[in-house]
């Protein structure tokens, strides 16, 4: 959790957006997708960069066809072979087929339920398609990959974030919104942990975190920016349930008088054991210390819930116990 405070939400980065620009302003962002991005908790470009993916894919390396290990997501650089063609197989299920080539080989490319590719896809272009290229024999076959034009890529050469998702929100959609907000707003994040501790613990800047975690430049760039922001989220965990245990112990607690177990102990059906009494030493000394009780008492009986309670203060306790 890279934190993202006010004095740093009035400042704009080059192209003049910053942390509180609403992400309907972004290009090709209409009020559905703005409503879906809002499921999401994404409203503006300060919530999109505390929306930390849930895993990554490796872009970095291109394949030619024949070259691309079999069964396994990679990058692919070829050109389609001719224009792709849409079979209505049943109501619902439209299946968009095209013929991709390189030096090497051709493969089949197979899209279900994606009649957009059809306009998306022109003949005689080259394409970089990521995905699982299988082997079907002597042929090979990828079956809905993503693709992007080899002259305007903006996610191959990268590792590739993958965010959660919702109906109407696509990983390139969030990762196009990200790109941009990363590589403008990132130099707002604010930097929170003291310069001190932060040196003290090997711990990278704000902003290389944010840039990293969303866009790494390779896996120990990553490794390094998931430790800062893990190390944050706790480190300030920690100071939030100091804050609450210090508060808590400023307020005085009811003290109830301590009796000695031999009052109590005969109304019990059996001899309690070594943790058992521990238990109820540990509850009697805490309602008897004027301190605010904050203890959980656990076991398979009901009667430990029931008897031991009244024990702390000085009560008798019900005489029959009650089993789960």
């Known amino acids: 959790m890279v ?3 006010s004095k740093t939400e009035g400042k704009k980065g080059g192209s003049g957006m910053d942390l509180l620009t609403g992400l309907d302003t972004f290009p090709g962002i209409g009020p559905a997708r703005a409503k879906a ?8 470009v300060k919530d999109l960069l505390t929306y930390y993916p849930r895993a990554y894919e490796d872009r970095t390396k291109v394949y030619a066809i024949s070259n691309a290990p079999a069964d396994l997501p990679v990058c692919v650089a070829a050109m389609v072979a001719d224009a792709p063609s849409v079979s209505r197989i049943r109501k619902g299920l439209n299946v968009t087929k095209c013929r991709i080539v390189d030096h090497t080989g051709s493969a089949q490319v197979t899209f279900f339920n994606q009649d957009y590719v059809r306009h998306a896809l022109q003949a005689g272009q080259s394409y970089i398609f990521y995905g699982k290229l299988e082997a079907m024999g002597r042929h090979r076959q990828f079956t ?27 990983n390139n959609l969030l990762a196009g919104l990200a790109l941009p907000g990363v590589e403008e707003c990132a130099c707002l994040v604010s930097e929170e942990l003291p310069n001190d501790l932060r040196l003290s613990h090997g711990l990278c800047t704000a902003e290389y975190a944010c840039q990293n975690v969303h866009f790494p430049a390779d896996m120990e760039a990553l490794a390094i920016a998931k430790r800062r922001v893990v190390f944050e989220e706790l480190f300030f965990l920690s100071c939030g349930m100091s804050f609450l245990r210090k508060r808590r112990s400023a307020v005085a607690g009811r003290v109830f008088p301590r009796r000695e177990p031999t009052e109590f102990l005969p109304l019990l059906p059996f001899a309690p054991t070594a943790a058992q009494t521990r238990a109820m030493e540990d509850l009697a000394a805490d309602l008897s210390s004027g301190r605010p009780m904050n203890r959980l008492v656990q076991g398979t009986w009901v009667l430990a819930k029931r008897r031991w309670p009244p024990m702390g203060r000085g009560w008798p306790g019900p005489q029959e116990p009650r089993q789960r």
Do not use: C, H, Q, W
């Not at 991005?37 to 503006?44: A, F, S, V």
């Not at 191959?156 to 109906?167: D, E, F, K, N, S």
């Open 3 to 5: 934190v993202l405070y």
């Open 37 to 44: 991005l809002k499921k999401l908790g994404l409203e503006t």
């Open 144 to 170: 809905n990959p993503v693709f992007e034009r080899e002259d305007k890529t903006r996610f191959t050469g990268r590792i590739m974030p993958v965010y959660p998702l919702t109906a109407g929100v696509s």
